[in-house]
């Protein structure tokens, strides 16, 4: 079952930083198991929304991708909520829009 992913960062330095840190580049590539990743200014920082193929690609991404480079960008003592994780029932994408 799809996942949508919500995270929350301090910032978008924050999110440029690890993405940097994952793919060495500040813009996040496709990644296998994400089927939309989007970003934004939120309220109270700044929002990662994911949707991933699965509960499983999610994890699999946090533990390999993610959590490694929060550690090496020294954000392992990040505060705040854990993401929000919904399962969804129905998901359709359309073709790529980059902006």
Known sequence: ??????????SQDAYETLT??????????????????????GPNGF???DV????????????????PAMEEAGMTGMTGPQPEIIDLMHVIANEEVRV
């Open 52 to 67: 991933w193929e699965s509960q499983e690609a999610w994890d699999s991404f946090r533990n390999d991708k993610l959590t």
């Open 47 to 49: 929002r990662v929304l």
């Open 20 to 41: 940097e840190a994952m793919f060495g580049t500040k813009r996040a590539p496709a990644v296998d198991g994400c089927i939309i990743h989007t970003m934004g200014k």
């Open 1 to 10: 079952m799809a996942v949508a992913v919500i995270v929350e960062l301090p």
